[in-house]
């Protein structure tokens, strides 16, 4: 461990500063070596997070943070294994995710015990918001008050240097300029001006960012979200993304965390081209254990709009892992847009093209980024994803739409009843694949998008933040022809199923098999090789028949025998089956 640390902190910031450097790294972590507790850090089948605010549920006179730990112990605490409660720091701008002290907790939602009692029923995810920081952080006051100490705690570019070829998810200005007691500073800011890049080249920033993923383990986080990690180390001249010194600060955090906590994940969100993004694993024992699997919402996305499993399967073929150390977390959606860039280099751009304009068609917004020769391309869908799979308008006893908008023929018109078992689907898609599941709030309870937030607000992502009143939310789960109750009920059982079956372990096997164009089908094996489940999707609208090489199995949702030599799957059926572990395809 000790050549680790001092191996990267070389790499980082010369031979001649390492050992200096490793002896403050070791200080800071023998600070925190008695006080951190030893928790079991073992994924199993059992493993799965909700993504939600900490003010998602609100009650009136209550803190949030109260009000959503009283809601998940209701609802999700024999179906759910975490909660990744998205930034409760107190912030500024971008829906926490532009933080103003790492280390407190908006007084607004709550405080560290709200956050602590979650613990007795969840394991917690933290993210940690460590590329950039509030411009009204006292880190920055300082920096504009000419403070020595945040002299060099951020990013400063004189002169006009190319920085055509930076890579970043935004079409604005890269630089903000800002006024000192020394003259005007123009200071790297990759999402926003409110959003100001903390400098690595520092290594006093490094030290103070590990301190505080110590202090988020003290305070009981058993994963933490690197959030947008990708664009962390800035060198001039470069795409700044990616940049192997990057890499280096991943793993140094994960050798420090390997010490001291070695039953945290660290978990990295790179919106990105699948290739990068699993790049984040490192040699698999020395960088994230878990990287979000991007691809995932938009090929998803595309193989129900086609009714076609074909692109999705191949890709899911490719999906291996570099060690038993790492895993998928596999997603569809959250408090972002659906991201277009994972699915470049595997859908054509016809096929993203088609992606924007259904998005447009369902009533949902697209965002851009701008690219180095200035022009701008579409970076995510922001469209809830009940929404994105169904077009709201096309329902029969639908809402008008908005003007302008196509609804398509007649024809086109379905049943509600319809579009829940296309959304339930493709939940189930996300569910049997290898690795933890990552439900957002929206999706376990089937929110619809949220227009009237967008309006409120001028940012196209608030159309999937939506925030919820505890009793009414109650009344709609308790009402079962509701949409709500509906889906939840139904998502439900599929994570009853999940857990009950080692085969979905996240350190398992999984083996894509081609029954049918329109069926997604995969097998799952547990560790052991004891348990063996196989999961089958219908992608399309039709009535499927297929044959297949297995024949008794038993019914994961109902524990009944099953005859599975020829199977029909209705429009959107789910069936999920065990295996005996003892017959083999024509057992």
Known sequence: MVKKLLDHLAFLYGEDKAPQLYERTRHLMDGYRTRISARDGGLT?????????????????????????????????????????????????????????YRKVDSNLGDWEDISSMQSNFRLMFDGVINHISSQSEWFKGFLR?????????????????????????????????????????VWTTFSEDQVDLNYKNPDVLLEILDILLMYVKRGADFIRLDAIAYLWKEIGTTCIHLPQTHHVIQFLRAALDEIAPHVHLITETNVPHIDNISYFGDGNNEAQLVYNFALPPLTLHTFHTGDARILSNWAKTLTLSSDKTTFFNFLASHDGIGLNPARGILSNEEIDSLVNKTFEHGG????????????????????????????????EAASPPPGTA??????????????????????????LLGVPGIYFHSLFSS???????????????????????????????????????????????LLARSSSPSFHPHGIQKILDFHPSVFAIERISPDGKS????????????????????????????????????????????????????????
């Open 448 to 494: 619809r998008g949220w227009l009237e937030g967008v309006k409120q607000t001028g940012r196209n992502r608030t159309i999937n933040r939506e925030k919820c009143n505890f009793e009414k939310l109650q009344n709609e789960l308790a009402d079962e022809n509701s949409l709500r109750a509906k889906v939840f009920a139904r998502y439900r059982e599929l």
């Open 146 to 186: 000419d403070d020595p100490r945040y002299h060099d705690y951020f990013i400063t570019v004189d002169g006009s240097p190319d920085l055509s070829q930076v890579v970043r998810p935004r079409a604005l200005p890269l630089l903000t300029a800002f006024n000192t007691p020394s003259g005007e500073k123009h």
């Open 365 to 396: 917004l697209i965002s851009y980024q701008q690219n180095s020769d200035g022009s701008q391309s579409p970076y995510e869908m922001n469209i809830n994803y009940f929404d994105a799979l169904s077009n709201p308008y096309c329902l029969l």
């Open 407 to 432: 609804t398509g023929a007649k024809a086109d018109f379905e049943t509600l009843d319809l579009q829940i078992n296309r959304f339930l689907a493709a939940q189930a898609i996300m569910l049997s």
């Open 45 to 101: 089948e059992h493993d799965s997070l909700l993504i939600t605010y900490g003010d998602q549920v609100q009650s009136p006179d209550e803190k949030p943070l109260q009000t959503l730990g009283k809601f998940c112990k209701q609802y999700l605490a024999d179906i759910a294994g975490g909660i990744h409660i998205l930034p409760f720091y107190p912030w500024t701008s971008d829906d926490g995710f532009s933080v103003v002290d």
């Open 532 to 587: 063996r489940a196989l999961c089958l999707h219908n992608v399309s609208a039709q009535e499927i028949t297929f044959t297949t090489d297995y024949n008794s199995v038993t019914d994961l949702f109902t524990d009944q025998p099953l005859k599975v030599s020829k199977i029909t799957l209705e429009p959107y059926q789910i069936m999920w089956v065990t295996i005996p572990v003892s017959v083999q395809p024509g057992g």
